[in-house]
């Protein structure tokens, strides 16, 4: 790297960076962020106090206001866009997981600085040119399939761009084309895995992947080690989200501890969501971004309600852009049963912990008696005998003392066949609130 931070030969040169180059870099291009940004109708009302010249340390950013999903979705279609339409040469929906859509815009020179960080994250993974990569996340609005798409072609990988579902398929091109790298949603892996122990297909001898990048959904540690042990290869967590381009924001390295955010791009802060103050260092709150680089849209503090912490220590892989824990969930995952705040990863962290248990599951809440009541419905391995009755009823009650114990509450767990709950084709849905709303 020349002695000039912002002179990157090569764009892999850029996860390299110090931290005093990456603050220098982010603070001078916060400031150019705010400029473009004013070019779009609501942040030129929104702003319309602040200048760039207003920022004169990364701290100022506490000066500019949040901005969130509803404001995206109350100034649909065109209210953010900062360039004129003739410049966007792509669109982007979110998934909607949460409520309407909300669409994002992007320029030729967006997408290349995207593909770049998508790129950064691969080669950081040991992807190379050499690489057969099969990506089986969704393609079209969803921002999964074409933004890691892009980033393998630049890497230079053979893309293949499979789409999610259709499994016996994916398997098949596994097989024939030696993949080497996937790109998968968690609970898509797991049923990859399972379908392969029930045709016989021993993936550590009948097929080559040795990189799968799980993303999109929630997931835990415990969801990791089984998947790599079940497809035989290295697991790495891959975050994005379609507001920030999509996946690329944040990937781990080899070290698996933590997603390294590129933050020569995006700028992180973790804020208490309730009092919207930072947190202390360490500290465990909601995820806010700011796109330092992007034209068609940018956004400037932008609340993911995303859960999770933020390490600025520098990582012994040798990068120094800071990290994010895997995401607990999102605040508006979190449930309330009988006064105890749940997240749904907290249920798969105990789950996943017992040997018999399956790839799929589900949590339904209903009111009972004028009570909340959890049940938690929890496939098996197929290997699993269900003639055999004692061994099903210590099963159950592990599976409740744990659940008891972790989430505080009594659930009613029940057991049932492998492939028995519903499969969503994107991402899966781990919660059913059939409660009586208060009125
Ligand atoms: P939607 O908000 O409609 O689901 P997106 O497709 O943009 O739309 O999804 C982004 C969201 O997906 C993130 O805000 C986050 O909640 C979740 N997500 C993405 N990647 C991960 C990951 N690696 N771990 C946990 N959650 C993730
Ligand atoms: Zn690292």
Known sequence: MGSDPFFMGDYYQAEFLTRRQIEEIQLSALRGAIDRAKHSEYYAKALAHISPGDIHSLQDIRKLPFTTKDDLRSHMPYGFLAVPVKDVVRMHYSSGTTGVATAIYHTRADLQWWAECVARGLRGVGVTEEDVFQNMMGYGLFTGGLGLHYGAELVGCMTIPAGAGNTQRQVQLMREFNTTVIHILPSYAMRVAHYCEEHGIDPARDLKVRVALLGAEPHTERMRRRIEEMLACKVYNCYGLSEMCGPGVALECPEQDGLHVREDHYLAEIIDPETLEPVEPGQEGELVLTTLNRQANPLLRYRTRDVTTLNPEPCPCGREHSRISRIVGRTDDMFIVRGCNIYPIQVERVLLGVEEVGSNYLITLETEDDLDQMTVQVELRADVFFDDVRTLE??????????????????????????????????????????????
């Open 394 to 439: 210590r099963i159950r009650q592990q599976i409740a003392e744990e659940l008891r114990h972790e989430t505080l509450v009594s659930p009613r767990v029940e057991l049932v066949q492998p492939n028995s709950l519903p499969v969503s084709e994107g991402k899966a849905v781990r919660v059913v609130d059939k409660r009586e709303k208060p009125e």
